[in-house]
């Protein structure tokens, strides 16, 4: 009696772990954007491409995607109730989403990654939540690799930055940019100017102006370019474009005048940058997403998962730019002279400014730095 009840034992307890193998091999993933979806050609597809990364090498995980096209972070976060108990893991991506963490706490098995913000509570604190991998980049890295590119490659030593909203995330990004141009004309012996209209200049989330050059919105392509068509008449012949869907006008704008290139934002944008047999983009700047959304879903399938608040940036690989031939059009001296600057980056050596850090981009952490 004892052996046959200790032999069903052993059977109930294979059978739950092969179930569970097949649980976790059968992954659930759903991909939350707003207000564009997957196929943005920037921050949203390549978020969505880590998925499909991980789906590939997990076929029997299923990958769904879900936009709600508000924009709302209210909205947003409903979007999430409505579908949390469908899903293993959710990725919502962008700030958006960081009042999550009511529908993470009532729903602890579900396990979320979030995209570009940390959690927040009811009141808008940060907080962290065990099961929300939150992460958010250093921005203002991507922003100085772009400025160091333009300033090295500008003709008419005119360049400017297009932003979407001046949220924290867009400062960072101008900030940095500025940053790299002013590093470039110290070091490089560039001489480039940054380029910003008044009548474009940001207002932050303080109510502080930014400067810079605002479409805002994130959506509005007609207004993207009418910017980028202000900037090109006063002379710019590169433009860095951090702005969405909304700067695919920037890119028209582009690619009706002569000379004029663009630098990617968030992801490989070389693809968006073709004009008949030529292209417009000069280069991308790199958040390194997708690839870090694999590497923690790879870790939920594992039972390795770990809920926290993450800031990621060069010296974690997560911060880059495109310098794949075919893929970009920069000099090799401007290649050798911007990974210069990355390892200095990596290294902790320069730290462009920001709007986390409280400096400007004349007097930046190792701008004398070499």
Not at 175 to 204: C, Q, W
Not at 301 to 306: S, V
Not at 349 to 364: C, V, Y
Request: aromatic share 8%; proline share 3%.
């Amino acid at each position: 009696m004892k052996q046959r009840l200790f032999s069903l034992l052993v059977v109930m307890l294979l059978v739950f772990s092969l179930s569970g193998v097949c649980s976790a091999e059968g992954l659930k993933v759903a991909i939350v954007t707003s207000p564009n979806d997957v196929h943005d050609g920037g921050f949203n597809e390549d978020n969505y491409n880590g998925l499909l990364e991980f789906q590939k090498a997990h076929p029997e995980a299923t990958v769904t995607v879900i936009q709600d096209d508000s924009g709302d972070p209210a909205s947003c976060v409903k979007t999430i109730e409505s579908i949390v108990a469908d899903y293993d893991a959710i990725v919502c991506v962008g700030f958006q989403f960081s009042g999550i963490s009511e529908v993470a706490d009532d729903n602890p098995d579900v396990k979320f990654l979030l995209v570009d913000t940390w959690p927040s509570d009811s009141s808008g604190n940060t907080v962290s939540v065990e099961n929300i991998y939150a992460m958010m980049f250093v921005e203002e890295e991507g922003g100085f690799l772009a400025g160091v590119a333009a300033a090295l490659t500008t003709k008419t030593n005119k360049v400017a930055v297009v932003n979407g909203i001046a949220f924290p995330t867009n400062v960072n990004y101008q900030y940095g940019f500025m940053s790299g141009v002013n590093y470039a004309n110290r070091h490089f012996g560039t001489k480039a100017e940054i380029v910003e209209l008044p009548s474009y200049s940001g207002t932050d989330v303080t109510g502080k102006s930014v400067g810079g050059n605002y479409i805002g919105s994130f959506i509005d392509q007609a207004n993207g370019k009418i910017v980028g068509q202000a900037l090109i008449r006063e002379g710019c012949d590169v433009l860095f474009v951090a702005a969405g869907g909304a700067g695919m006008g920037v890119f028209t704008a582009a690619k009706e005048a002569k000379g004029v290139c663009v630098i990617g934002c968030d992801a490989d944008q070389f693809n968006d940058g073709r004009n008949g047999d030529a292209n417009v983009i000069l280069t991308s700047s790199l958040k390194v997403m997708g690839k870090n959304n694999a590497r923690v879903l790879g870790e939920i399938l594992a039972g390795k998962f770990k809920g926290g608040n993450v800031l990621l940036g060069a010296k974690d690989d997560s911060v880059d730019y495109v310098r794949t031939p075919g893929r970009n059009q920069l000099t090799g001296d401007a290649i050798a002279k911007l990974d210069s600057v990355l390892a200095l980056l990596k290294a902790g050596k320069i730290l462009p400014a920001s709007s986390r850090s409280g400096t400007m981009p004349d007097n930046f952490v190792g701008l004398d730095a070499e």
